[in-house]
C-alpha cells in the first residue's frame, strides 16, 4: 500500500469511526501498527487536515473544505446522487433547494470522469405523490431539533381538533406520505408524533432541554420497536 493510498484510508477511518477514534482502534481499522498512525496523524496535520485531539485520548477529524475531495467508488457516487434526489423530492422547500445545491458543489468538486458519471447517474428518485409541505418553516424547527430548543406550535388532529402543544422536538422522520416529527409532550406527558402539515404558528422557546435530546431519542426508538414486535 502506497503511503498517499494509507493516508487517504486513514482519513476515511477518522470519518468512519466513532469519536475521538483511538490509535488502537485505527491501527486495527488500517492494519497497522500504531507507531504508523501516530506519524501519519502527523502527516495529515501537516497536509492541512484539523484533527482534534492526542495519544492516550483519541483523535477528531474536523472537517477541512479546503482539501482536495477524497475520490469515490462507483456505487458511493449512485448512492450519492440516489439520496440527495430523493431529498429534492420528500424534503421541504429549503431542504430540497440545499439538496440541489449539494449536488451541483459535489459535480464541481469531482474529478471530471467523476463528475460526468454524477451528471449521468442511472438511479433516480420519483414521487408522483409529493408529501404535503409543512405548515410551519422546517428550516426554523430543525435549528430547534439541532440546538435542543423548547418548542410551541398549534397543532390540528386526523378529526380536525386544534390543541395548542409545548413539546422537546427530538428528530424530524420523512415518511412515505407526511414529514413527522418525533417529540416529548409536555401536555400528554409522553412522547408524541406529530405530522409537520399539522403544525402553524411555530414558536422557539428560550427553554433548553440539553443534553437529553440523544438519550430521549433513543428511548423514543426502543418503544417504538418494542411497539412494532408485539404488532
Not at 466513532?18 to 502527523?42: C, F, H, K, N
Not at 433547494?97 to 470522469?113: D, E, F, H, M, V
Not at 386526523?158 to 395548542?164: L, S
Request: hydrophobic share 45%; proline share 5%.
Amino acid at each position: 500500500m502506497s503511503r498517499t493510498t494509507r493516508l487517504f484510508q486513514l482519513m476515511q477511518a477518522l470519518r468512519s469511526l466513532p469519536s475521538p477514534a483511538t490509535a488502537q482502534g485505527l491501527a486495527d481499522e488500517m492494519g497497522v501498527s500504531i507507531r504508523t498512525i501516530y506519524r501519519d496523524i502527523d502527516s495529515l496535520r501537516g497536509l492541512g487536515a484539523v484533527i482534534d485531539g492526542e495519544a492516550g485520548f483519541g483523535y477528531t477529524l474536523i472537517e477541512d473544505a479546503a482539501l482536495p475531495p477524497l475520490g469515490f467508488e462507483p456505487e458511493e457516487l449512485e448512492a450519492l446522487v440516489l439520496g440527495l434526489r430523493e431529498v429534492m423530492v420528500v424534503g421541504d422547500p429549503a431542504l430540497a433547494q440545499a439538496a440541489n445545491a449539494a449536488l451541483a458543489k459535489l459535480k464541481a468538486r469531482l474529478p471530471s470522469a467523476q463528475a460526468n458519471r454524477l451528471q449521468h447517474a442511472v438511479l433516480t428518485a420519483q414521487r408522483w405523490e409529493r408529501p404535503p409541505e409543512p405548515g410551519i418553516d422546517a428550516s426554523v424547527l430543525r435549528k430547534a431539533v439541532w440546538d435542543e430548543r423548547r418548542i410551541h406550535f398549534s397543532y390540528s388532529d386526523a378529526e380536525g381538533a386544534k390543541t395548542r402543544r409545548e413539546v422537546d422536538p427530538l428528530s424530524i422522520v420523512y415518511m412515505q406520505m407526511s414529514s413527522c416529527l418525533f417529540a416529548w409532550c409536555h401536555l400528554r406527558k409522553d412522547y408524541r408524533v406529530f405530522r409537520l402539515d399539522r403544525m402553524q404558528d411555530l414558536e422557539v422557546l428560550d427553554a433548553s432541554f440539553r443534553p437529553n435530546r440523544v438519550r430521549m431519542l433513543r428511548e423514543y426508538m426502543e418503544i417504538l420497536r418494542h411497539q412494532d414486535a408485539e404488532h
